[in-house]
Every structure is written in C-alpha cells, then in structure tokens.
C-alpha cells in the first residue's frame, strides 16, 4: 500500500512544515491551498490520508470532509485546527473524521495520529481480504455439501476404492 497523504491548509507556510515532516517520516505528501484545490486532487489520485485545516476560504475543511467521505469513505480525514472548539472536533467526528487535531499545541501528536490512520486502513484491508477467503469457503462447503447429497456422486464413492484398486 501506497502511504499518500494529501495536507490541505491555505497557510502556506504551515502545510509546508507538515509537508517536510511527513516526508522525512517516509510518506508521499502532496498539498492543496484550499477544500476545491484538494477535491479535484482527490478525484484524480489515490491519496489514502487527508489532513485538513478546518477554517479556510471557499470550501471548509468541514465541508470538503463531508465530500470526501461522499465520495470515498476508505480515506481517512484528519482534522487541523487553530481554534480548538470542542464543537468543530464532535462535528468533524460525527462527519467521519479519524481524528481532530489543535495546530500548536499537538504538533507532536501529528506523526502518531497519521501513524494510527495507516494502521486502521491496513486493518480494514486485512478484514476485506479475510471476507471475500471466507466467502471462497463458504462457497466451497456449500458446494461439498451438495456433492455429498448426489446419489451419482455417492456411488463413485463407493466405487472409487474399486477403481484405484484396478489401476
């Protein structure tokens, strides 16, 4: 899996220095100045991670949070604001956000919350790959199933020992 982030913040030298540290932390990064710049990104490339400022011009980060997840809920929307308003952090929850981070204060808690959405997407692709073995074997029993129920199939059986014997 391709580790792509895209980091959406219309100030300029802060979506620069998240950039650099999610670059030196061995991710592919890409940035958009604003919530249309991003969209039309990730409509045209295959971004597993979004950081978003929540407060920009145009669409909000809210807004383009809620058109993310329209349009492909596998991608994993993290939250950057400058204000910290408990109300912006259970909105963007409930819209589906992975997280809610305080610019500022939690600038450590960057790496580890981005971290912590690669390994919920690797999680969910096991499940996924477990689901469809799984259904490969259910498939597999119910087709054993009726072989054991065909009165043809219950007389190779028994025949079979005979055959393998003669050859």
């Excluded at 932390?25 to 249309?36: K, L, M, P, R, T």
């Excluded at 295959?46 to 807004?63: E, R």
């Excluded at 329209?70 to 819209?95: N, P, Q």
């Excluded at 799984?134 to 020992?161: A, D, G, H, W, Y």
Aim: proline share 2%; charged share 35%.
């Amino acid at each position: 899996m391709k580790k792509k982030i895209l980091v959406v913040d219309d100030e300029i030298e802060l979506r620069r220095l998240i950039h650099k540290l999610l670059k030196m932390e061995g991710y592919i990064v890409s940035e958009a100045n604003d919530g249309e710049e991003a969209f039309e990104m990730i409509k045209k490339d295959d971004f597993s991670v979004v950081l978003s400022d929540i407060k920009m011009p145009g669409i909000s980060g809210m807004d383009l949070l809620s058109m993310i997840k329209e349009y492909d809920s596998s991608i994993e929307v993290i939250m950057l604001t400058a204000y910290g308003r408990i109300e912006d952090g259970v909105d963007s929850i409930k819209r589906g956000a992975f997280d809610y981070i305080t610019k500022g204060d939690d600038d450590n808690k960057i790496i580890p919350v981005v971290a912590k959405a690669f390994e919920k997407i690797a999680l969910k692709n096991k499940i996924n790959q477990l689901e469809k073995g799984s259904v490969r074997n259910s498939r597999l029993i119910q087709f054993q199933e009726i072989l054991k129920k065909s009165k043809k199939f219950e007389t190779l059986q028994k025949r079979l020992p005979l055959l393998m014997y003669l050859y």
